[in-house]
């Protein structure tokens, strides 16, 4: 049931819905900034516009003696298109969907949102790191630990023929449980592609090859033709690494 009262100060009717007093017509107050929680003098749906006339909030609850201002306007107009404009960002404009834009984590990077702010952390050093046991197409920006393999039953990386950008890094990491020796992991180029090494280079479409049970590399996109990578350079190694 629907109460009404009729009072000179807060408009024509003030009903009374759950208990609490909504203005009807709203009121409609100034403040200075945002409204005040301690604010709870003032009857639900009351609009408070900003003293310079750019924002305005309206009074959604009252509970626990604490005033609840929701936003609902701002002078500066709410966001409808995100446009990314970094060195390595894709896509163009992104428009809202039912005033809505999805932030998503990517490679190596995991988002943190918290009230109105979202936070972006780098993992893994930057790279994804993933454990594999049996031969394995190569991912973009992945480190691979190669676990368990034994000398005797290498593992084969093969790098795709597409799929890169320049600068993508691809690490290998030797794990093993056997030390008897031999090759316990192969990364095998893509067609056309050389892997370089300091002053060497293998062959195009060759490999790299750790001979260490904790052998492991670090490599990089250096140079890309038709977006197949023809360069990778060797950044880092631990361990034997042969080149062929």
Not at 82 to 88: R, V
Not at 154 to 164: E, I, K
Not at 167 to 179: C, R, Y
Not at 198 to 221: D, E, F, N, P
Request: glycine share 16%; hydrophobic share 35%.
């Amino acid at each position: 049931m629907t109460a009404t009262s009729t009072g000179p100060s807060l408009g024509p009717t003030t009903p009374y819905y759950g208990g609490r007093q909504v203005s009807d017509p709203a009121n409609v107050i100034k403040v200075t900034g945002t409204p005040s929680s301690k604010a709870i003098h003032n009857n639900l749906g009351t609009i408070a516009i900003e003293n310079s006339a750019s924002s305005a909030w309206i009074l959604t609850s009252k509970t626990g003696g604490v005033a609840t201002w929701t936003l609902v306007g701002s002078g500066t107009g709410p966001i409808d298109t995100l446009t990314l404009t970094g060195a390595g960002d894709s896509g163009g404009p992104v428009t809202a969907s039912g005033g809505n834009v999805n932030l998503a984590g990517g490679t190596g990077i995991d988002l943190v949102g918290t009230t109105n702010t979202v936070t972006a952390n780098v993992v893994g050093g930057g790279l994804k790191t993933v454990a594999v046991t049996g031969a394995t197409n190569v991912a973009t920006n992945t480190s691979y630990i190669n676990a368990n393999a034994t000398g005797s039953t290498s593992v084969t990386f093969t790098l795709q023929a597409t799929g890169y950008a320049l600068g993508d890094i691809v690490e290998v990491v030797g794990l093993s449980t056997d030390n008897s020796g031999g090759a316990y992991w192969i990364i095998q180029a893509n067609t056309g592609a050389t892997f370089h090494s300091g002053a060497t280079s293998g062959a195009s479409g060759g490999t790299l090859t750790g001979t260490q049970r904790y052998s492991a590399v670090q490599i990089k996109a250096a140079a890309i033709t038709t977006g197949a990578v023809t360069d990778w350079v060797v950044l880092n190694q631990s361990g034997t690494v042969a080149i062929a």
